[in-house]
């Protein structure tokens, strides 16, 4: 029975665990479940239908994502790439850039967008897409700066097309459709213009706000209107190609009339001839009184009407007719520059004054080959139209590349077919007149389709109406999602919506900034501006595409393989090139704006860790960088203090002496490497907690001090033994720290045991023989903190012995700081009564004045026994550092010999230096003590310990008065830290020593240097 029992409790046990982990790691068969179930639905993209059921429950009832390629994607990017555009400017451009020229500017554009769309295809397809498209894509990839910058100048680029696509309902409407409808007539000819955009202003501001309350009642109206402008988007087209077949059959009857070479507007009469013999009587026709005083034979006509003739040619030879060489060839010119047929004869007069005034055809801009790319490439936009809908797919990841893509290709062979079949059908004069004044104000397109001119207007009309319904419906939902994504603080607002999710404040930042495109009232001017914007999201995706593949990132595995980080980088290119092309202002105000919402979001810190590809790009290049500083120590010139700063928590895990740590940020002014580190006694399984809020409270002190670096808690079984590890391995690589920053055990004496001295001489002990340089700062809590501002004072430094020159460094580093900045820096040197302390100040001088640093220097005379002990048993030290400064005397070419000598001497390895013999020629003077000339002193000078211990305290009292004296008003003191005996016996009266030493003042730093030059004379 016990048995029983035992195994009945060992089966709980391990139910009790097996449940546990159940809990933690869910079976995979629910796993699997969940993902077959998962449907992401977009948010407020449809509808939410509403019913209230027999309780008053209000039920909520979502469509499940049906759509497949061909209609999710396909048919909504080829309706948003063709367009405007398309029916109001393909013909102008053709025939003012020539087929070449247009044929030049459509590839590139397309070939921009398809290197875009593979990227695109890359990302989309690189796990789930939720809705957002686009915006989602660059955020998730890019991390949320970029994310930010994109989606808003996506958004802008979204909603100037908004704007451009009403600019171009009204300018069918009031120039095709109902001319008679303009509200400002011009008084004058030079009017006309001006009157025409204000027409325009007025009228797309009503239609603005006509459409925004369409967009505000129901997306539905929208998508079920949206096949309706499909339908006559394909029909306008397929009357082009019918109307193209026609011409080679049966030209269409639009005669032009040129007079001499001049193309005229032909609006105000029907006759092309001067005069007209009815019953042998000659009458004048409309022609003539529009270029002469009266109808009369015998009047004053304009000069060259009177020396040209008038000619009536056909405005569509057709597509057999040749006139193919013609329009090869571009024709740019100056803004009011007559369109003439070049071919024509024409008799040049003098006076030209009154051009103006004469029915003539001009050009309404200045046109030039990069306008027309600026003005083309929104015909080519649209391609993240099924992206955006990725939400709505069955299979996104399949169908958003074939879809694209596929649009891409045949929206690209319409646009080029069109390119020639225009040039090839139709008249030179006629493709460049913008607004058909030539054709009795017809539809250029309408001229050449079939069966009427009509199809192809209300079609445009309709397929603009439509193009800028789904701006207004798509843009504020892209606000929305950014807004709701919470990385740009101050749009937050526009996240808000009505009850189904519709976003109605989004909807009047879009209706308030469309009407800012609709006020520039131009169709020309509007293009080139949301060109630049989505030229900058074209090249981000790019951009997020190359860095994924080049970082080789493990979550990047694409299900559509056909994609290159070559592709990628040219796509950038490619777009980055076209934004200059088409107007190099635009583009840097574009830059500009992508660049402050960058650094804006940077700064107000965005919380957003989305495992994006800049975070991968740092870590490789911290990884190279790491790498590269390993392959050689640091050169002289390149030392600085990188500190690990050893810090103590209290029992509560708070930082003990935050003040600590605002030294380190004045001493480092933000370079270099700092890592500030504690350690807890016990064990990682008990304490692993406390070492994670020890490490939470460390970055806070951090953050609040300004200290920049990394904050690391280890856990240890005794402190010595931690701080022994830290010292021996905190840092990474060539990262690593050079000096160690700690408080000086202020109450040690008081202390029941004797564990915070003995730790302390340790810390010392390990500093030494790892080759660090140490920092020990007494009175930690009465330094200044970083708002202090120290009006004047000294920072003194007493220099006993050279250990690399980091006492003349210090404060030179300090000095940099805003707390410091105003202090002087004094420099005392000790000189022995039987030295020449005069020649001894100008050597000091000069060797100041060659590093470069700005200090007074003082000498303080000793006795030679009140200093001999200062560090133990060196008795040679003053002669070493006189010999220092007699080096500054040597003639030039001994200097230079004897620096190098130095040099060699300092950047050689400390392994070979202790390695070498201890025999060393006088001559060769060494600038820091190393450790075998240390042994040599020590074995030359070995004393009884009782007689050295009484001599030591003599030095410390001695140089303490010395000290006192001179810089107690002083703002900082540094020291010469003296080594702690090799005899641990010795330990207390060592610290006993330091105690005297530093007894009346209050800011001291002890400073002992690693072994190595860390300042030099050299630039």
């Known amino acids: 029975s016990t048995t029983t029992i035992a195994t009945i409790a060992t089966t709980t046990t391990t139910t009790t665990n097996t449940t546990e982990e159940m809990d933690s790691n869910p079976m995979v068969s629910s796993l699997l479940n969940k993902l077959a179930n998962y449907t992401n639905l977009p948010q407020g993209v449809r509808e939410h239908e509403e019913a209230e059921n027999e309780d008053g429950v209000r039920r909520v ?170 339908a006559w988007v394909v029909l306008s087209i397929m009357a082009i190609y019918a109307g193209v077949i026609r011409t080679v059959i049966e030209p269409p009857d639009f005669p032009i009339c040129l007079l001499g070479n001049r193309t005229l507007k032909n609006d105000q009469f029907d006759k092309c001839l001067k005069t007209e013999v009815v019953k042998n009587i000659t009458y004048t026709t409309d022609l003539w009184s529009l ?71 001009f050009n309404d801009i200045a046109t030039y080959f990069t306008l027309l790319v600026g003005i083309y490439f929104p015909s080519v936009t649209g391609i993240m139209a099924g992206s955006n809908r990725s939400g709505d797919l069955r299979d996104a990841q399949r169908s958003i590349p074939i879809g694209t893509i596929l649009a891409i290709a045949t929206t690209s062979f319409i646009y080029i077919s069109c390119v020639v079949l225009f040039g090839a059908c139709i008249e030179g004069v006629v493709l460049r007149d913008k607004f058909g004044d030539s054709v009795k104000k017809n539809l250029v397109v309408g001229t050449l389709a079939w069966p009427s001119p009509w199809v192809i207007v209300i079609g445009s009309f309709f397929s603009c109406c439509g193009a800028g319904l789904q701006s207004l419906t798509g843009a504020p939902r892209l606000l929305q999602a950014i807004a709701r994504d919470g990385i740009v603080p101050f749009l937050q607002v526009f996240g808000h919506g009505k009850a189904n999710g519709e976003p109605t404040w989004a909807l009047l930042l879009t209706a308030g900034i469309c009407e800012i495109g609709i006020l520039i009232a131009s169709l020309d001017a509007v293009a080139p501006i949301l060109s630049m914007f989505f030229l900058m999201c074209y090249l981000f995706v790019n951009l997020a595409c190359a860095v994924q593949t080049l970082l080789r990132t493990p979550n990047w595995r694409p299900r559509f393989k056909f994609y290159h980080w070559t592709l990628s980088f040219l796509g950038m290119s490619l777009c980055l090139s076209l934004m200059f092309i088409s107007s190099w202002y635009y583009a840097l105000v574009a830059m500009v704006i992508a660049g402050c919402i960058y650094k804006y979001i940077e700064y107000r810190g965005a919380e957003k860790e989305w495992g994006d590809g800049i975070r991968g790009l740092s870590l490789n290049a911290a990884r190279y960088a790491l790498i590269r500083l390993e392959e050689s120590p640091p050169h002289t010139k390149n030392w600085r203090p990188q500190l690990l700063v050893l810090c103590k928590l209290d029992p509560d895990m708070l930082v003990k002496h935050p003040r600590l740590l605002s030294f380190t940020s004045q001493l480092k002014a933000g370079k270099g490497l700092t890592i500030v580190c504690s350690v807890l006694e016990g064990t990682y399984m008990t304490r692993g907690n406390d070492a994670k809020t020890g490490e939470e409270n460390l970055k806070a002190a951090m953050s609040a001090e300004r200290t920049k670096g990394f904050a690391h808690v280890v856990v240890a079984s005794n402190l010595r033994d931690g701080f022994s590890l830290l010292i021996q391995s905190a840092g990474l690589g060539g990262m690593k720290h050079n000096a160690v920053l700690m408080a000086w055990p202020a109450g040690w004496k008081q202390a029941p045991d004797s564990y915070a001295w003995k730790n302390f001489i340790e810390t010392v002990r390990e500093t030494t023989s790892a080759h660090q340089a140490l920092l020990v700062a007494k009175n930690i809590d009465h330094f200044p903190g970083n708002q202090e501002r120290l009006k004047e004072g000294t920072i003194d430094v007493w220099w006993i012995v050279h250990d690399g020159g980091l006492l003349m460094l210090l404060p030179f580093l300090l000095r940099q700081h805003k707390v410091w900045r105003k202090c002087k820096m004094r420099i005392f040197t000790v000189a022995q009564i039987d030295d020449n302390s005069i020649q001894m100040k100008k050597d000091l001088q000069m060797f100041l004045y060659h590093l470069r640093l700005d200090a007074e220097v003082e000498v303080v005379e000793m006795h030679g026994s009140d200093i001999s002990a200062f560090t133990y048993e060196k008795t040679l030290v003053m002669e070493q550092r006189s010999q220092m400064l007699r080096q500054m005397q040597l003639s030039r070419t001994e200097r230079e010999r004897e620096a190098q000598l130095i040099h060699d001497r300092n950047t050689a390895s400390h392994s070979a230096l202790n390695d070498k013999s201890a025999t060393t020629s006088p001559e060769n003077v060494h600038m820091t003590w190393t450790k075998d000339k240390l042994v040599n002193e020590r074995t030359k000078n070995r004393e009884g310990n009782v007689g050295s211990n009484v001599r030591r305290m003599h030095t410390a009292v001695k140089l303490n008065e010395a000290v006192v004296n001179k810089s107690q008003n002083s703002q900082l003191v540094l020291l010469n830290m003296p080594g702690p005996p090799k005899n641990k016996e010795g330990d207390e009266n060592y610290m006993e020593f330091l105690e005297v030493l530093m007894e009346g003042l209050d800011r001291v730093l002890l400073v002992r240097g690693g072994g190595r030059e860390v300042i030099t004379i050299y630039s």
């Open 61 to 230: 009832t979502v469509m499940g994502p049906q759509m497949g390629t061909f209609i999710g994607v396909y048919l909504p990017c080829m309706q948003n790439i063709l367009g405007v555009i398309l029916f109001l400017r393909l013909t102008w451009i053709v025939g003012t850039a020539g087929i070449l020229g247009s044929f030049a500017i459509v590839s590139m554009c397309c070939a921009c967008t398809l290197l875009t769309a593979i990227s695109m295809s890359a990302i989309a397809t690189n796990g789930v897409v939720p809705a957002g498209g686009s915006y989602y894509m660059i955020s998730r990839s890019l991390g949320p700066e970029f994310g930010g910058a994109v989606g808003l100048c996506f958004y802008l680029g979204t909603t100037f097309a908004g704007s451009m696509y009403i600019l171009g309902t009204i300018e069918i409407l009031l120039t095709y459709i109902v001319p008679d409808a303009a509200i400002f007539v011009a008084a004058t000819k030079e009017d006309e213009s001006a009157a025409m955009l204000n027409n325009m202003r007025v009228y797309g501001s009503c239609c603005l706000a006509l459409m925004a309350l369409v967009v505000f009642v129901g997306v539905k109206y929208v998508n079920k209107l949206a096949l309706v402008f499909l």
């Open 291 to 361: 270029f002469c005083e009266s109808k009369h034979l015998n009047a004053t006509c304009d000069d060259y009407f009177s020396v040209n003739n008038v000619t009536e040619i056909q405005g569509i030879p057709g597509l057999l007719s040749g006139v193919i060489k013609e329009n090869l060839w571009g024709d740019y010119g100056p803004v009011e520059m007559l369109i003439e047929k070049k071919s024509m004869p024409s008799v040049a007069v003098k006076d030209n004054t009154n051009d103006i005034y004469k029915p003539y055809v």
